[in-house]
């Protein structure tokens, strides 16, 4: 089995998420990509403790970066797979709308999108 370890950011302060071309900075986007935390974490490690080349591919081979996603206290949030979400037809008014949510939905929480995965209702 894998094992991996789970990161929680909070930032201290506003984030720009940029596309890094210089004429686009007013343009924030909503998604910060793994190798956009890669490269971050290269750039500080750079600056902080060494600028040679072999310490920094070193420090780069040490670790894996995934994915990052959003989360809110401690719900967790997934991307919701390219599959089809399977819905239990007999449900109330009130459920029918929040499933309806549920698919337009872009993110999924950890409950669900496990649910999604392993192909429950």
Known sequence: MTEYSLVKLRFLSPLHIG???VDEYGVSGQIVHSDSLSAALVSVFAQLFSSEQSEIHEFMNSYK???LFPYYKNNLFFPKPLTDIII???QNELEIELNKKIKKSTYLSKKLFEQTINGET
């Open 65 to 67: 970066v995934s994915s």
């Open 88 to 90: 239990d037809d007999s």
């Open 19 to 21: 596309s890094g071309k």
